[in-house]
């Protein structure tokens, strides 16, 4: 392994989501009366953990791992992921983009973006003509890994 790196949000952004996930989990309850029908909405605390746990949570980490094989950038529970041979990468800059173009993973002009936060990236140009925009904490030393071919 060449180069190993972990980008996660701040503690901050960690407890604004958990904020609004507990919006959304008391806000109708208090709104019906508090808990008036003699019952927690089990099914709405169920649903609201879940779609923290499996939509939201896995996007606040990603690590990116160069080897002399292959590239990989995932998320923290291991997927969703990218891989790239590293015979399928032609070239690469690094470059910053907009907040406003989101985190995740989006479709941008000419491939895709997987970022969890910040505005520096790296583009990676492929052999079949597409680009990975990946963003990263870390753009001169995943640069200088993938400037490393042995």
Same mark, same amino acid.
């Given at each position: ?15 604004? !989501?958990?904020?609004?996930? /507990?919006? !959304? ?7 019906? &009366? ?5 019952? /927690? ?24 791992? /160069?080897? !002399?094989? %292959?590239?990989? !950038? ?6 969703? *992921?990218?891989? +790239? ?6 070239? %690469? ?5 907009? =907040? ?5 993973? *989006?479709?941008?002009? =000419? ?10 990236? /790296? ?5 079949? =003509?597409? *680009? +990975?925009?990946? &963003?990263?904490?870390?753009?001169? =030393?995943?640069? *200088? ?6």
């Amino acid at each position: 392994m060449i180069y190993e790196n972990t980008q996660t949000i701040s503690k901050n952004w960690k407890r604004v !989501f958990l904020a609004v996930c /507990v919006v !959304f989990l008391l806000g109708p309850n208090v709104i019906a &009366g508090f808990f008036a029908s003699k019952g /927690v909405s089990w099914i709405l605390i169920a649903a609201v953990l879940v779609i923290y746990f499996a939509f939201i949570r896995p996007f606040m980490s990603a690590t990116t791992v /160069v080897t !002399f094989e %292959h590239f990989e !950038f995932r998320f923290a529970y291991g997927w969703p *992921r990218t891989r +790239l041979l590293r015979s399928e990468i032609l070239s %690469h800059e690094i470059t910053q983009i907009s =907040g406003w173009v989101g985190t995740g993973i *989006r479709g941008v002009s =000419g491939g895709w973006l997987w970022r969890v936060w910040g505005r520096s990236c /790296v583009e990676i140009r492929k052999a079949n =003509g597409k *680009r +990975l925009v990946v &963003g990263t904490n870390d753009p001169e =030393g995943l640069s *200088r890994a993938l400037n490393s071919y042995s």
